[in-house]
């Protein structure tokens, strides 16, 4: 593969982003879940 | 009066904002993805012109793509709440999840934008109308973020976010042509040849449609994630100076 | 609130405000030197004659933006820092004819900025201004700055009496007013002949900035009564 670097790299920036983004996303809204009781999420 | 602190089961501090549902979309994103990294970088050919380089469209447009589709959904949701009779606060957590998607993406966007065109072009970047227009609807929507974390009451804020949101979309078309008519009066501007648009075919194109599928169903996954926790940010706000409040009262520190 | 009502209501703001720029004199005190002393920092920065030539129609026009940045923010401090336009509210006053009043006001301080800055830029970068310009560079002239007016009003107006907003208005304001920048520009460029240009070419682009304008001002006069009210 030429520019093999170039190439490699937009995948991981691309999958590194989405992940990091959806960790984070996760993350802060078990800690916001965690203080707030069932009747206050209505997708429940 | 007393606070009472709601009881809080083990089950849902695990669960958190997913549900079956968003379990069920994010294990087809996961597939779908994987199946985008092997059908993008292993199995579809390279690109007669453009090589190797070509690989990184698969990447690119399905970003693109789900940019473009957050800032639409932040405009429609904007408009819902802007002109529902409801003014649904709902609405503008909608909007507001998915233009903090769309920021992300666009942001990738452009930087595996520039790396494809250094392959192809030789440069990094291009004064070209679709880039340009980009970059400012990156940077407008940036602004938009800004817009949404000023001070006010949670229906002042929702409002003006709404306004700046649909005003976003006055910008696109009027920065494009205005863009576009400046390059046309540019020679330089077909020197460099290589336009945006090429031609895929089988492969390359079904690796494309498999992108686009697996970004979508990301959306949809990130979007209810994320207006879930923009809700209970929204929640705990409240809740947060409700007690601050009763606290003070208890206190005898506020005569009202 | 009649047709007749509104004009009143804008025609007082517009007053109203020119008479607050007669009496504080910030327009010419402050504003017009900043502008001036840019144009001068650009001929330090841009050392050549031949490229302050070449350079000038987007030079002034920078400078334009940046000070027209300053202006708008002193046109919103006024009013936020004694609840004017709560007041206004209060009274009934239609705010679309307040947006028409503060954006007429801006249009003719800009105008006024923008004169200093091309004389500024003819003595000092030595362009040329032909015959045969001259009526593209006003309709040019004429018509972004209703068009910067107009963008400039409605993002002031919505970070009005908001804590951080001298930061984030440029922030709002520059994007979208970027095709004013490009049109204005290529069309001083035509009307002053830079790097070979003709008259001709400049017209296509105050079509461009003419429909900015429509579509800005229409918009802000919609969205000015929600973004205010409250």
């Known amino acids: 593969m030429t520019n093999a670097g170039f190439i490699l790299g937009s995948y991981a920036l691309t999958f590194g982003s989405i992940v990091i983004f959806a960790w984070r996303t996760v993350k802060v809204g078990k800690r916001l879940s965690a203080d707030l009781s069932d009747e206050d999420k209505p997708w429940l | ?256 | 609130m009649s047709s007749s009502g509104r004009i009143q209501v804008a025609r007082a703001v517009l007053s109203k405000d020119l008479q607050i720029e007669r009496r504080s004199k910030v327009l010419t005190s402050q504003i017009i030197p900043f502008a001036v002393v840019t144009l001068v920092l650009f001929a330090f920065a841009l050392d050549g004659d031949a490229i302050l030539q070449r350079t000038a129609p987007g030079l002034v026009w920078l400078a334009m933006l940046f000070s027209s940045m300053i202006i708008v923010q002193r046109s919103f401090a006024v009013e936020t820092s004694d609840g004017a336009l709560d007041a206004l509210r209060v009274a009934g006053a239609d705010m679309s004819a307040v947006f028409w009043g503060k954006w007429l006001a801006l249009v003719i301080q800009l105008l006024v900025l923008e004169l200093v800055l091309l004389a500024g830029a003819i003595v000092m970068f030595g362009i040329e201004l032909r015959a045969s310009g001259v009526v593209l560079l006003v309709t040019s002239s004429i018509s972004a700055t209703c068009g910067l007016s107009a963008v400039s009003t409605i993002y002031a107006g919505l970070a009005s009496g908001v804590r951080g907003r001298e930061s984030l208005l440029p922030l709002l304001v520059l994007p979208v007013a970027s095709p004013v920048l490009i049109g204005a520009t290529r069309a001083a460029e035509a009307a002053f002949g830079t790097g070979g240009t003709v008259v001709s070419e400049g017209w296509p682009w105050v079509g461009v900035l003419s429909v900015f304008a429509v579509v800005f001002s229409f918009g802000g006069s919609l969205a000015f009564g929600p973004l205010i009210d409250d």
């Open chain 2, 1 to 256: 009066m007393t606070i009472d602190t709601p009881p809080i089961s083990a089950a849902t501090q695990r669960r958190g904002t997913s549900t079956p549902a968003t379990r069920v979309i994010g294990v087809l994103t996961i597939a779908m993805t994987i199946w985008l990294g092997v059908f993008g970088l292993v199995l579809s050919p390279a690109d007669r012109d453009q090589g190797d380089a070509v690989r990184i469209m698969y990447v690119h447009v399905p970003s693109v793509w789900l940019a473009y589709l957050a800032f639409i959904v932040t405009a429609l949701a904007s408009g819902v709440h802007l002109f529902g009779r409801r003014h649904s606060l709902q609405a503008d957590r909608v909007a507001g999840a998915s233009a903090e998607i769309g920021v992300v993406f666009m942001a990738v966007t452009l930087v595996t934008g520039m790396l494809w065109g250094r392959i192809t072009w030789g440069v990094y970047w291009q004064w070209d109308a679709r880039l340009t227009t980009t970059a400012l609807l990156f940077i407008s929507y940036i602004g938009y973020l800004a817009v949404r974390g000023l001070e006010g009451t949670r229906e002042q804020r929702a409002r003006r976010s709404a306004i700046v949101g649909l005003l976003a979309v006055l910008e696109v078309p009027l920065v494009h042509w205005s863009v576009k008519l400046w390059r046309s009066l540019h020679q330089e501007a077909t020197v460099l040849g290589t336009d945006l648009d090429v031609s895929l075919d089988g492969l390359m194109l079904f690796s494309l449609f498999v992108g686009v599928v697996a970004f979508t169903l990301l959306f949809i996954w990130l979007l209810l994630h994320r207006s879930r926790m923009l809700t209970m940010i929204d929640l705990s706000a409240e809740s947060g100076l409700n007690a601050a409040l009763a606290q003070r009262r208890a206190e005898g520190g506020v005569s009202l």
